[in-house]
């Protein structure tokens, strides 16, 4: 590991979205990538949203609304997967334009990056496709800024190689998500090392809190997580210096049709972002 070290307010910000909609990652205020797992319905993708933006309105802190419009990795063939591309990328386009937020989902193939780009300001490279050289040029070449979910099976320096394939195919504004590392069988830890490392590295980071509470595979056929530590990494990552949290949220979990165990109830986020955004405010004095 490199012994040159940055400070946590060394790094250029880097804008997400275009014109008064734009947002930034890094600075003096931390960012937040929020929303649902998955687009239920389409009534239920504008409720979360419409509640996303006034929460964080109220509270001054910038957010860049989340969802997917498939979730082409579930443990079993039989779940519940999304709205598909072209329905999911227009309706999160929408939701965006009319709320003035900046709109991110993920893209699992070249095809789908190059359609969810007509719609989409922050492209999202799943963490196990991490590797996938095709998948990362193609977003890399759509001009959109690119956030790269790191594997749960790469250490921090290999976000390195990554980023060298996106410079490579001409994207400028990428950053990185820290989401766990597995640890055995369905079990992620997060380390929060990893956060000072890729920024040490010269990039941006953000923390998945709610993804790194999963236990992969760990409810049979399918996922489950401790939710409730979700808010303590969330605090954790905040400490240790990242630009960003990411944090999926449901109105009910329990009832959430992917990752319920996993997502913080909306009564409790508004709280839990207020305390994070102290925290951010704390580490970077």
């Not at 009319?98 to 989902?105: A, D, E, K, R, Y």
């Not at 780009?117 to 095709?134: E, G, S």
């Not at 997580?225 to 630009?243: E, Q, S």
């Not at 009832?255 to 319920?260: K, V």
Request: proline share 5%; glycine share 10%.
């Amino acid at each position: 590991m490199s012994q040159t070290t940055h400070s946590v307010s060394e790094l250029a910000p880097l804008s997400l979205g275009t014109g008064p909609s734009a947002v930034q990652l890094g600075g003096g205020r931390p960012l937040f990538i929020l929303g649902p797992c998955v687009i239920e319905s389409e009534e239920f993708a504008w409720t979360m949203a419409r509640s996303l933006k006034a929460m964080c309105s109220e509270l001054h802190v910038p957010f860049v609304f989340k969802a997917s419009y498939d979730k082409a990795n579930r443990t079993s063939g039989s779940s519940f997967r999304g709205a598909g591309v072209e329905a999911g990328c227009r309706l999160l386009g929408e939701i965006g334009r009319n709320f003035g937020v900046p709109v991110t989902t993920d893209v699992h193939t070249v095809e789908e990056a190059k359609i969810a780009a007509h719609w989409i300001d922050v492209l999202q490279i799943p963490a196990f496709l991490c590797r996938q050289t095709d998948l990362i040029e193609a977003a890399a070449r759509t001009g959109r800024t690119v956030n790269v979910k790191k594997g749960q099976f790469l250490a921090p320096q290999d976000v390195v190689n990554i980023a060298k394939k996106l410079e490579a195919a001409g994207c400028k504004d990428f950053f990185f998500t820290e989401r766990g590392v597995t640890f055995g069988y369905n079990n992620l830890v997060a380390d929060m090392r990893s956060l000072y490392w890729i920024r040490e590295l010269g990039y941006s980071v953000v923390f998945d809190a709610t993804h790194s509470v999963q236990r992969p595979g760990g409810g049979g056929d399918r996922t489950s997580g401790d939710g409730i530590l979700a808010p303590v990494l969330a605090r954790a990552a905040a400490a240790a210096g990242c630009d960003g949290i990411f944090i999926e949220t449901h109105e009910n979990p329990a009832q959430a049709l992917s990752d319920g165990p996993n997502q913080v109830p909306m009564a409790e986020l508004p709280a839990l972002l207020a305390k994070l955004a102290k925290i951010h405010a704390l580490v970077r004095e």
